[in-house]
C-alpha cells in the first residue's frame, strides 16, 4: 500500500493517476518466493484495455536458480499442467520508476486463481493471511523493518571474493566504520541517487547509517502497517540496486557475502494495537509491561527455530547465524541487548515493541513479517510464557536455532501449529522449492575442500 494520501485507491483513481502523469508502459509486478520482481512490461493502452493478465502458476514458486520441483508433493498444490494464474492490481501500490527513460509506472498485483480463490503460496498472500488473523481478534500488527546491505565492486566472476567498492577518496574501506559520518559520504553521490528515487516513488525511508561491516550499510523505515513495509522493502531492494549499478558498483543484500565481514541482517520492530482503541497491547494502563508482550515473546521463542527456514532462505543465510558475527545465534529475549535473537529496545509504553533480529537481508520481506506476526500470533493464541530474560551476553546460550538449510527444512515441516497459520499449501511450496536449492548446492565444490581435503585424507 501506498502510504502517500494522494495514492489511488479505486481503478478509476488509478487510471487518472496514470492520466496526470503521462505514463506510456506499466510493469505488472509478482513477488516471488525469492522476493524477485516477476510480471510483463506493457503498453499503457493495453493494461488499460486488459486487466485479466495471467502468467504460469509456477512463476511465484520457483527457485532462486529458477528450478522447479520435478515430482513430489509440489504438484500436490501446484497444476501438472502448468495453468495460468490471474493477477490483479493493486492500485494503492503505483509508483513511477524513477530511472525509466520514458513515463513508467509499476504496480504491484495480487495472484487469483480463475475461481477468484487467492493463490496462497505467493508471497503477498501469505502475509495478507496472517493480517487477517490479526483483524479477526481486533488487532492491527505495526512493524519497522531495519534493513542492513552492502554496496561492493562490481563482481562479473562468481568465483572470485567480494570487495568493499572504491569511494570518493579513491580508496577502498580497510577497516571496520561502524557509524562513521564520513564513511557514508564516501558514496554521496549513489546516496543522493537512491535518496532522490526513494522520494519519487513515496518510500518512507528514514535513517541511513553505515553499518559494522566494510561498505556495509543500513536503511530504517517509519513504522507502517506490514503489508505497506513489506511492498516498500520489496521496492527499496529493486531500487538501491539500480542506483549502485549506475554508479559502477552492485549493492548486495546476501546474508553473509565477505568471508571476514558481519552478516546483513532485516530486524523487524513489532507491536500490536488494538483496532477498537489504538492502544499499544503491549502495554498496561500504567505502563507496565502487558501479558500480550510476554505471551508474544514467548510465541517468538517457542516458534521462530522451527520457522528459521522461512527467514534464513539460503545455504548462505547460515553463515551469518554464527556466534559473534553481529546475529544471533539462539532466541533468548532481552531488554536493550544486542546479544539475543529476540530484543524489547527501550522505548515509552506506548512504543513498546519487539524486536526479530533472526531475520537475514536475504529473506523475503511479505514471508519474514507472515513468519514474524505468526509466531507472535500462536504465542498470544496460546498464552505461552517466555524464558527469563537474558540479562548478559546471549551468545554464551546453546545454540537453539538450525545450523543448515537442510535441517531448518526438517524442522520447519514438522510444526503444523506454524502450517496452520501460515497455509499448508504454502508451507508444501516453500520447502519443496528451497529442498532442490539445497540439493543444488551439495553438487558444488568448494574452494575450502579443495584446499583442505584433496592432499589430506
Same mark, same amino acid.
Given at each position: 500500500m501506498n502510504t502517500d494520501v494522494t495514492a489511488p485507491k479505486t481503478f478509476a483513481q488509478l487510471e487518472a493517476w496514470l492520466n496526470e502523469r503521462n505514463v506510456t508502459e506499466i510493469e505488472c509486478l509478482v513477488p516471488d518466493l525469492t522476493g524477485v520482481a516477476r510480471g510483463k512490461i506493457l503498453p499503457r493502452e493495453k493494461f488499460t484495455e486488459d486487466r485479466g493478465m495471467r502468467l504460469p502458476e509456477v512463476v511465484v514458486a520457483g527457485s532462486v536458480t529458477g528450478n522447479f520441483p520435478e515430482e513430489g508433493p509440489y504438484y500436490d498444490v501446484i497444476s501438472t499442467v502448468d495453468k495460468d494464474m490471474h493477477l490483479r492490481p493493486d492500485p494503492t501500490t503505483v509508483r513511477l520508476v524513477p530511472w525509466a527513460a520514458d513515463p513508467t509506472a509499476q504496480i504491484i498485483h495480487d495472484c487469483h486463481f480463475a475461481s477468484g480463490r487467492t493463490v496462497p503460496y505467493a508471497p503477498r498472500s501469505v502475509l495478507k493471511r496472517v493480517?487477517?488473523?490479526?483483524?479477526?481478534?481486533? @488487532?492491527?500488527?505495526?512493524?519497522?523493518?531495519?534493513? #542492513?546491505?552492502? @554496496?561492493?565492486?562490481?563482481?562479473?566472476?562468481?568465483?572470485?571474493?567480494?570487495?568493499?567498492?572504491?569511494?570518493?577518496?579513491? $580508496?577502498?574501506?580497510?577497516? $571496520?566504520?561502524?557509524?562513521?559520518?564520513?564513511?557514508?559520504?564516501?558514496?554521496?553521490?549513489?546516496? #543522493?541517487?537512491?535518496?532522490?528515487?526513494?522520494?519519487k516513488m513515496n518510500l518512507n525511508v528514514d535513517t541511513l547509517i553505515h553499518e559494522l561491516?566494510?561498505?556495509?550499510?543500513?536503511?530504517?523505515?517509519?513504522?507502517?502497517?506490514?503489508?505497506?513495509?513489506?511492498? #516498500?522493502?520489496?521496492?527499496?531492494? $529493486?531500487?538501491?540496486? #539500480?542506483?549502485?549499478? $549506475? &554508479?559502477?558498483?552492485?549493492?548486495?543484500?546476501?546474508?553473509?557475502?565477505?568471508?571476514?565481514?558481519?552478516?546483513?541482517?532485516? &530486524?523487524? &520492530?513489532?507491536?500490536?494495537?488494538?483496532?477498537?482503541?489504538g492502544r499499544n497491547i503491549f502495554s498496561k494502563k500504567d505502563g507496565s509491561p502487558s501479558p500480550a508482550f510476554f505471551h508474544y515473546i514467548g510465541g517468538l521463542q517457542r516458534y521462530i527455530p522451527a520457522a528459521t527456514a522461512l527467514v534464513a532462505p539460503y545455504v548462505n543465510s547460515y553463515r551469518r547465524l554464527a556466534k559473534y558475527t553481529a546475529a544471533p545465534i539462539n532466541i533468548e529475549w532481552g531488554q536493550d541487548n544486542r546479544t539475543v535473537g529476540i530484543r524489547s529496545p527501550i522505548s515509552t509504553p506506548d512504543a513498546r515493541r519487539v524486536e526479530n533480529r533472526v531475520i537475514g537481508s536475504d529473506a523475503n520481506p511479505y514471508i519474514s513479517m507472515a513468519m514474524t506476526l505468526a509466531c507472535g500470533y500462536l504465542g498470544m493464541k496460546q498464552k505461552l510464557k517466555p524464558k527469563p530474560e537474558m540479562k548478559g551476553d546471549g551468545y554464551k546460550s546453546p545454540y537453539a536455532l538450525p545450523r543448515s538449510l537442510g535441517e531448518a527444512l526438517d524442522w520447519l515441516r514438522n510444526e503444523p501449529e506454524l502450517a496452520q497459520v501460515l497455509g499448508k499449501e504454502f508451507i508444501t511450496v516453500y520447502t519443496e522449492v528451497k529442498e532442490i536449492e539445497y540439493s543444488e548446492f551439495m553438487k558444488v565444490i568448494s574452494p575450502w575442500e579443495r584446499e583442505h581435503l584433496l592432499l589430506h585424507v
Amino acid at each position: 500500500m501506498n502510504t502517500d494520501v494522494t495514492a489511488p485507491k479505486t481503478f478509476a483513481q488509478l487510471e487518472a493517476w496514470l492520466n496526470e502523469r503521462n505514463v506510456t508502459e506499466i510493469e505488472c509486478l509478482v513477488p516471488d518466493l525469492t522476493g524477485v520482481a516477476r510480471g510483463k512490461i506493457l503498453p499503457r493502452e493495453k493494461f488499460t484495455e486488459d486487466r485479466g493478465m495471467r502468467l504460469p502458476e509456477v512463476v511465484v514458486a520457483g527457485s532462486v536458480t529458477g528450478n522447479f520441483p520435478e515430482e513430489g508433493p509440489y504438484y500436490d498444490v501446484i497444476s501438472t499442467v502448468d495453468k495460468d494464474m490471474h493477477l490483479r492490481p493493486d492500485p494503492t501500490t503505483v509508483r513511477l520508476v524513477p530511472w525509466a527513460a520514458d513515463p513508467t509506472a509499476q504496480i504491484i498485483h495480487d495472484c487469483h486463481f480463475a475461481s477468484g480463490r487467492t493463490v496462497p503460496y505467493a508471497p503477498r498472500s501469505v502475509l495478507k493471511r496472517v493480517v487477517a488473523l490479526y483483524e479477526d481478534e481486533g @488487532l492491527l500488527p505495526i512493524v519497522a523493518p531495519e534493513l #542492513e546491505f552492502y @554496496l561492493v565492486e562490481r563482481n562479473a566472476d562468481p568465483d572470485l571474493p567480494l570487495k568493499a567498492p572504491i569511494g570518493r577518496s579513491g $580508496r577502498a574501506e580497510t577497516s $571496520r566504520q561502524a557509524y562513521s559520518i564520513d564513511a557514508v559520504n564516501e558514496f554521496d553521490p549513489l546516496f #543522493e541517487d537512491m535518496y532522490d528515487y526513494c522520494e519519487k516513488m513515496n518510500l518512507n525511508v528514514d535513517t541511513l547509517i553505515h553499518e559494522l561491516g566494510a561498505g556495509q550499510m543500513e536503511i530504517n523505515f517509519f513504522h507502517s502497517d506490514p503489508l505497506s513495509l513489506a511492498d #516498500e522493502v520489496f521496492f527499496f531492494k $529493486r531500487t538501491v540496486r #539500480e542506483a549502485a549499478m $549506475r &554508479h559502477n558498483m552492485f549493492a548486495t543484500f546476501m546474508a553473509k557475502p565477505i568471508a571476514t565481514e558481519p552478516g546483513s541482517a532485516m &530486524h523487524i &520492530h513489532q507491536s500490536i494495537l488494538s483496532a477498537k482503541t489504538g492502544r499499544n497491547i503491549f502495554s498496561k494502563k500504567d505502563g507496565s509491561p502487558s501479558p500480550a508482550f510476554f505471551h508474544y515473546i514467548g510465541g517468538l521463542q517457542r516458534y521462530i527455530p522451527a520457522a528459521t527456514a522461512l527467514v534464513a532462505p539460503y545455504v548462505n543465510s547460515y553463515r551469518r547465524l554464527a556466534k559473534y558475527t553481529a546475529a544471533p545465534i539462539n532466541i533468548e529475549w532481552g531488554q536493550d541487548n544486542r546479544t539475543v535473537g529476540i530484543r524489547s529496545p527501550i522505548s515509552t509504553p506506548d512504543a513498546r515493541r519487539v524486536e526479530n533480529r533472526v531475520i537475514g537481508s536475504d529473506a523475503n520481506p511479505y514471508i519474514s513479517m507472515a513468519m514474524t506476526l505468526a509466531c507472535g500470533y500462536l504465542g498470544m493464541k496460546q498464552k505461552l510464557k517466555p524464558k527469563p530474560e537474558m540479562k548478559g551476553d546471549g551468545y554464551k546460550s546453546p545454540y537453539a536455532l538450525p545450523r543448515s538449510l537442510g535441517e531448518a527444512l526438517d524442522w520447519l515441516r514438522n510444526e503444523p501449529e506454524l502450517a496452520q497459520v501460515l497455509g499448508k499449501e504454502f508451507i508444501t511450496v516453500y520447502t519443496e522449492v528451497k529442498e532442490i536449492e539445497y540439493s543444488e548446492f551439495m553438487k558444488v565444490i568448494s574452494p575450502w575442500e579443495r584446499e583442505h581435503l584433496l592432499l589430506h585424507v
